[in-house]
């Protein structure tokens, strides 16, 4: 894969974890032909210079799995990719911002966001207020 | 300060680095008053259980500083208060939302949110398009 030397640079700038890693929250970017709403947080992963780099070759999200020490195409097993549609950097260059169309749902429980879980400020749990994008066994297979 | 038990059980249920840390990203809540859209991400920033046991306490974000090694109120020096009006947990624990009604500008370079630097797929930083909520200088007296 061919990484374009600008984006090199670019990615020089930003300040990463002794691991490498930096912060990436992802939102559903405005999208008229999408149920979500435009500014919904969908997830908050961790990215890599690799996993940066793979993100703008392909406009496709791609992480870096703390767990499974390993990079991670967002949908590789599930199908539900999201596309860059634009970034940030925040003001000391340690989190980035993406906002992306998301195919099928973010999260790996079947819902759209990871954050579909509201609790009160006694930390009670609240009903969750949505339904299910997928159902997880019939996408993962497990 | 008295801590509600509820609350205790539900952030010991919080996955937490080996720091004792967790991920906190704050989004604008919808606020007519406000002229913030509604969802855009203002910061993201660290907290740990004293945070948020502070946070919940008195209805205002409070984060850990990883650079200064202190708890901080959001605003205690610049009146630029966030008040918490909802909060998600994610799918595993270890990343929280939070929606906020934003006072002044989230940003400690005068912008309404950190993530105020847009940049195209080539890593090149666009022109920010916004204007500075307020001037740091005037703020923090440096």
Redesign the interface.
Known sequence: MSV?P??????DALRYTPDGLI?A?V?QAADPAAST?????L??AWMNREALERT?AT?KMHYWSRSRNRLWLKGETSGHVQE?V???????GD?L?FAVRQTGGA???G?ES??????D?????LPVREDKRFEPEAVYGV
Do not use: E, K
């Open positions: 374009n600008s984006i090199t640079s670019a990615l912060a929250i939102q709403p435009a500014g919904r947080v997830m908050f703008f406009g860059v634009s970034w940030y950097r925040d003001c000391d989190a911002l999260c790996h429980t819902y990871c954050f579909f879980q509201p609790l400020f006694a930390g009670v749990a």
